[in-house]
């Protein structure tokens, strides 16, 4: 069974591990991590939940 889920990011930039992350590379570190490919992350050791 596939999971599917959405997600509207609504702010130009996110504040997360002291870092400020822009739209596209959040987005990119949820896909990556929804897909259980953490390698693909900008920083495969933060948690998402």
């Known amino acids: ?4 889920f959405q997600l ?7 504040h997360l591990d002291d ?4 739209r596209e590379d959040l987005t990119a570190r949820i896909t990556a991590c929804s897909e259980g490919d953490s390698s693909r992350a900008p920083n495969p050791t933060a948690d998402i939940s």
Not at 1 to 4: A, D, F, V
Not at 8 to 14: A, M, P, Q, R, T
Not at 19 to 22: Q, V, Y
């Open 8 to 14: 509207d990011i609504h702010l130009e930039c996110v």
């Open 1 to 4: 069974m596939s999971e599917t």
């Open 19 to 22: 870092k400020w992350l822009s």
